[in-house]
T-cell receptor, first 113, second 115 residues
Framework: AQSVTQLDSHVSVSEGTPVLLRCNYSSSYSPSLFWYVQHPNKGLQLLLKYTSAATLVKGINGFEAEFKKSETSFHLTKPSAHMSDAAEYFCVVSGSTGNQFYFGTGTSLTVIP | EPEVTQTPSHQVTQMGQEVILRCVPISNHLYFYWYRQILGQKVEFLVSFYNNEISEKSEIFDDQFSVERPDGSNFTLKIRSTKLEDSAMYFC?????????????FGEGSRLTVL
């Protein structure tokens, strides 16, 4: 069975400091992994995805994530937080058929001026 | 840039009433989904739809729910007799042609409030 765990429900960083949002997955096959962002009262926007190509994936808005199979992790990072990064972030893993997607519980990122 | 659109953005209804949420997926996509997010909770899968039939559904998607693609562009979610616990944000998503072409494209959601 597939599952995804976001280790922190809330993360707070100061503007200009690095961001680390953690995600671990469980899967019996090689999954595709995604990070989505949800700004208040908005839909879910794809930040980046891993689909068995390069393990370091670069996304929009300066975010990147590294797929580490040995650690079953797909942590999201950004070198320098911006106020506009304050949002809810979801780690998502695909199902074995590629047709279903499993969401983590989300991490709320607060950026302090 | 193509996008998924959903209507209405917000609907308030009385318990027991029928509700239809509408979605227009990206035009060349073949896989369609409904997810819901109860306030403060995680995003939950409801149903996926491909080739004019349901391909997968979750336990949440009981007999009160149905989906339809009536005209080749719209993708609707119907709740026959709403309950208080159906209050949530409902997200429609679509995905491209290949089974492993990756990401879901989401609409901005329809907020349903059941009184």
């Amino acid at each position: 069975a597939q599952s995804v765990t976001q280790l922190d429900s809330h993360v707070s960083v100061s503007e200009g400091t690095p961001v680390l949002l953690r995600c671990n997955y469980s899967s019996s096959y090689s999954p595709s992994l995604f990070w989505y962002v949800q700004h208040p009262n908005k839909g879910l926007q794809l930040l980046l995805k891993y689909t068995s190509a390069a393990t370091l994936v670069k996304g929009i808005n300066g975010f990147e994530a590294e797929f580490k199979k040995s650690e079953t992790s797909f942590h999201l990072t950004k070198p320098s937080a911006h106020m506009s990064d304050a949002a809810e972030y979801f780690c998502v893993v695909s199902g074995s058929t590629g047709n279903q997607f499993y969401f983590g519980t989300g991490t709320s990122l607060t950026v302090i001026p | 840039e193509p996008e998924v659109t959903q209507t209405p953005s917000h609907q308030v209804t009385q318990m027991g009433q029928e509700v239809i949420l509408r979605c227009v997926p990206i035009s060349n996509h073949l896989y369609f989904y409904w997810y819901r997010q109860i306030l403060g909770q995680k995003v939950e899968f409801l149903v996926s739809f491909y080739n004019n039939e349901i391909s997968e559904k979750s336990e949440i998607f009981d007999d009160q729910f149905s989906v339809e693609r009536p005209d080749g562009s719209n993708f609707t979610l119907k709740i026959r007799s709403t309950k208080l616990e159906d209050s949530a944000m409902y997200f429609c998503a679509s995905r491209g042609q290949g089974l492993n072409t990756g990401e879901l494209f989401f609409g901005e959601g329809s907020r349903l409030t059941v009184l």
